[in-house]
């Protein structure tokens, strides 16, 4: 009998306990998962990007580039360069990100043609990304902190099984849409779908994780696309060559190296 009453007690604890101590994962954990999967894998990045825009009528513009990304603490500060190559109207054009966790990054871009480093403003982060429809806050990422998160149901994206978050901003005037709804992979984390809504409700733009690899035992978004509802037009952006964890020097991220990028780095 007591056997019995034990593994009536073990059956409980799998059916009911379990599953609830699941659920249990908060919005906002389920985001800082995500963006330590998505934004902070290993502890730096190398990758040759490339990047198609492509017009509602199917007219289509490229633009190639390395990005290269350190870590200096977990979930916390990082730096990003991104040395350009195709087209040549962008090409030795450098963008450099440093990014702090709860306050505002700070973001240069080299433009070869006037041969200056421009300081790009925080109010400017909601703008175009070289073009695209990636904005510039996109690349490097929004901080959590920004943002009420709730989970509003679970659903798959194709065979994965995602928690389906709601992130509001805490300041409106601070972005273009009202709300975000983003499907994290309840097991990698990874952000496989997103869609953005405008401030009267509409579907604004959409995020889909398009392909998914594993990179040295990373599972990583190696191919994606950002799609405007609003215009049709829609960036596809595929990863290339990616590389972790081959220690970056953190003389890259400096303004004379957006002037004159050292070669091993960007090629």
């Excluded at 289509?60 to 290269?68: A, I, N, P, S």
Aim: proline share 3%; charged share 35%; glycine share 4%.
């Amino acid at each position: 009998m007591r056997r019995i009453t034990f593994y009536m007690l073990c059956f409980t604890y799998l059916v009911l306990v379990l599953p609830l101590a699941a659920k249990a994962e908060t919005a906002e954990e389920a985001m800082k998962n995500s963006q330590g999967a998505f934004l902070y894998a290993g502890d730096d990045m190398k990758a040759r990007v490339v990047m198609k825009l492509v017009a509602k009528d199917g007219k289509e513009r490229m633009r190639e580039m390395t990005m290269l990304r350190k870590d200096f603490e977990e979930g916390g500060d990082q730096k990003y360069f991104i040395y350009f190559y195709l087209p040549a109207d962008v090409r030795n054009m450098s963008f450099m990100v440093w990014k702090y966790p709860k306050k505002d990054d700070d973001r240069w871009i080299f433009i070869p043609a006037l041969n200056m480093v421009r300081k790009i403003a925080a109010s400017d982060r909601r703008s175009s990304f070289v073009g695209s429809d990636f904005t510039y806050e996109d690349i490097s990422g929004r901080d959590i902190e920004d943002d009420n998160h709730s989970i509003a149901k679970e659903e798959k994206v194709g065979d994965r099984d995602c928690l389906v978050i709601k992130s509001v901003p805490k300041d409106e005037k601070g972005t273009d849409y009202s709300y975000k709804l983003s499907w994290v992979d309840k097991e990698r984390w990874l952000p496989l779908k997103e869609e953005y809504y405008s401030k009267k409700g509409d579907l604004q733009k959409v995020f889909t994780a398009d392909e998914v690899k594993e990179v040295s035992g990373i599972f990583t978004i190696t191919k994606r696309t950002m799609k405007n509802m609003e215009n049709g037009h829609r960036t596809e952006v595929s990863f290339e060559k990616t590389e972790y964890n081959i220690k970056i020097e953190d003389g890259l991220f400096t303004e004379r190296s957006l002037k004159n990028p050292p070669k091993r780095w960007v090629e």
